[in-house]
């Protein structure tokens, strides 16, 4: 029997494969359009900007503890990297979020064999924006709290060492939820019964939110595994519900 943690790469692998089918390419074009033009503003701005935020993150060392800024400074580039990838990962998928819900419609429809969502209309769409937005502002009030005690953490000299693997753990999370939600909005599900639920499958959500994470940090790779992780948590809701 397959560990629950190491399902989330069958899901993103099977994910993958649905948004290049011919069907379902409508709904991951525009998305991609939007997520290639961010992410060219996102290599533009931190090209300029990411060895000042590491140095102002890395502790200043006395003479005699020198050396250890060979040991602290990829762990501090670590942080920033995760830092940004992370804060820009969640502006994509509220820009995003419309399409991305229809998107989880018509790979469930694909998945399960039956159409029980109304036909896709532009008008429709244009309707369902102002429910998306709500969710995703939903998610944005989690998030930012936690994210707001994370940097802090990161600004605290000695003990922001610990800050990097904690953006890691709370961004493999924030992974699980951000995609899972977007089936779970579908069927009506509130917020905190989709996260009692994600907590009560919780490796299994840590594993796909690992995966996902893992993917998104490769640049260009990223743009196709945006639509791809939102069928694979598809695929995760429909066989982890039963």
Known sequence: MQAPVLSGPQYLREGLKLVLSPGLRLFVLLPLAINLVL???????????????????????PSWLSFLSYILWPLFVALVVLM???????????????FNSFLAEKVEVVVRGKDDFPPFKWSELSRE???????EMRKLG??????????VLSLIPVVNVIAAPLWLLFGVWMMAIQYIDYPADNHKMSWPDMLAWLRHKRWQSLG????????LLIPVVNLLMMPAAVAGATLFWVRERG
């Open 129 to 135: 924006v102002p429910r998306t937005l709500n969710r």
């Open 142 to 151: 989690y998030f930012l709290p936690r994210t707001l005690a994370l940097f």
């Open 84 to 98: 940004v990838f992370f804060c820009f990962t969640l502006v994509a998928n509220i820009v995003s979020a419309p």
């Open 208 to 215: 796909f939110g690992g995966i996902v994470y893992l993917v």
């Open 39 to 61: 992410f060219t503003a996102l290599i533009y701005f931190a090209g300029h900007a990411f060895s000042q935020w590491v140095n102002h993150l890395m502790p200043t060392l």
